[in-house]
């Protein structure tokens, strides 16, 4: 019965938060979506299908390819290596920066969600979004992995050094912050503002999302949707991001850390 309720908002709900845009509102705000994800995850996504086609033409089945989601950046050298990844996840939160500063430019960054007004309620909503998601994407990701449709994810290939475990939360952190600031809060946001029906933004979202995870194969695209999905239509009625960085980053910190413990010592693990 909630299922039901949820598809026929998401189906009639119409964009009713923004006054009328005129033609060349409408237009610059399109070129303003195209030029964000051009530098960010849209390009991350073209660059993920490219990746797909090719572990798909290379003579090994999927399953039986690799791709490493942390891996050194100068290996046998510790200290340099620990100043490229900073610089790295720091380039990475360039096009959240960008995202805040085109929708305060427009008075409209309050309509994300992201700020400290709600903490407890945030970080429940998100910790149950994590334990929810977090398990039945990992059992999809066996499941995926086990159907040779997705490539052996390997979370973590960092050197054994102290600040192996800081730049894996950081990292998890990056990634919550970026997926879910672009694009759950800023996309959808900005497609609301163009009058596109909810249905649609979700399907956008979701498949926006599920496409820079194609270089861990169809069940990394496929898992992502799903989530993307969720995360969507959660944003849509709460107006929040918060909860969903919260969950992604708890999410993705998991995931990295377990995956450091747990590699070597489990069958179960690949």
């Known amino acids: 019965r909630s299922s039901s309720r949820t598809v026929a908002w998401l189906r009639l709900t119409r964009p009713d938060d923004s006054p009328d845009l005129t033609h060349r509102d409408r237009v610059l705000l399109r070129w303003e979506i195209v030029a964000l994800f ?15 086609i090719g572990s798909l033409t290379a003579h090994h089945s999927l399953a039986s390819q690799s791709v490493v989601l942390n891996g050194s950046q100068a290996p046998g050298r510790p200290l340099l290596d620990l100043f490229l990844q900073l610089v790295s996840l720091a380039s ?26 709600q903490p407890l309620r945030d970080l429940a909503r998100g910790g149950g979004l994590a334990a929810l998601i977090g398990g039945t994407g990992l059992g999809l990701y066996f ?16 050197p ?21 600031v672009v694009v759950t809060g800023y996309l959808l946001t900005r497609l609301r503002k163009l009058g596109v029906r909810p249905a649609y933004a979700v399907a956008i979202s979701a498949t926006l999302r599920g496409s ?26 709460w107006r929040r991001a918060t909860p969903m960085i919260i969950a992604h980053t708890l999410i993705d910190a998991v995931a990295f850390i377990g995956y450091l413990l747990l590699v070597g010592h489990v069958s179960w693990l690949p």
């Open 160 to 180: 054994a050094v102290w600040w192996r475990i800081p730049v894996l939360l950081l990292s998890a952190l990056q990634n919550g912050l970026l997926e879910e």
């Open 212 to 237: 820079y995870h194609l270089y861990q194969g169809f069940g990394g695209f496929a898992g992502n949707a799903a989530m993307g999905i969720i995360f969507a239509v959660l944003f849509l009625r």
């Open 92 to 117: 990475g939160l360039a096009p959240v920066f960008l995202a805040f500063y085109l929708l305060a430019r427009a008075g409209e960054v309050s309509k994300i969600g992201v700020d400290r007004s």
């Open 38 to 52: 051009a530098v960010s995850l849209g390009a991350s996504g073209v660059s993920a299908f490219v990746s797909l």
């Open 143 to 158: 499941i995926a992995y086990k159907s040779g449709i997705a490539l052996n994810i390997v979370a973590e290939s960092l």
